[in-house]
């Protein structure tokens, strides 16, 4: 299923202190690292994903998978775009940086997904009511935009 055709379910956007290029290796660690956490493969294996584990090159790259993801498009600097699926959804995540001013970037994260039968309808009722989803969001945003604005040019460790 094409990403478009996926129906929109929220976007956040945060704005950061610093050029797309510097805040590009940020972004692909902090998604990374939020979506490889301990328990995360198992989760994954739990709700049967596609890509229930890390494979594939480092840093992000198309094809690039960790748990419940796979990298779409990895464009550095402008655009990372995650999918995945598992037996109570088809979803997206699409990160894209632009420009707004001088030493300044807008980040977005616009989720987008599809939620079949009666278990996607629960599960989707059970993502969108305990908050958890905009709260993981919000957070990975926002480490992106301290870590950004922080680490001195070239140190993407987030250390």
Excluded: N
């Excluded at 805040?23 to 692909?28: K, S």
Aim: proline share 8%; charged share 20%.
């Amino acid at each position: 299923m094409p990403i478009d055709s996926l129906p929109h379910l929220d976007e956040h956007a945060t704005l950061i202190a610093a050029g797309t290029d510097r805040i590009w290796p940020h972004l692909t660690d902090v998604v990374e690292r939020s979506f490889s956490r301990i328990g995360m493969t198992e989760y994954a294996r739990l709700v049967s994903a596609v890509d229930p584990v890390t494979s594939g090159p480092r840093p992000l790259v198309a094809g690039s998978t960790f748990p419940g993801f796979r990298v779409d498009t990895a464009i550095p600097g402008r655009t990372l775009t995650l999918r995945g699926s598992h037996r109570f959804s088809t979803y997206a995540l699409i990160f894209r940086l632009e420009p707004a001013g001088p030493g300044r970037s807008r980040l977005r994260a616009e989720t987008r997904a599809t939620f079949p039968g009666l278990g996607g309808g629960f599960y989707r009722q059970i993502l969108l009511t305990s908050g958890g989803h905009v709260i993981g969001v919000r957070r990975m945003l926002a480490t992106v935009r301290r870590r950004s604005e922080q680490d001195p040019p070239g140190d993407a460790s987030g250390a």
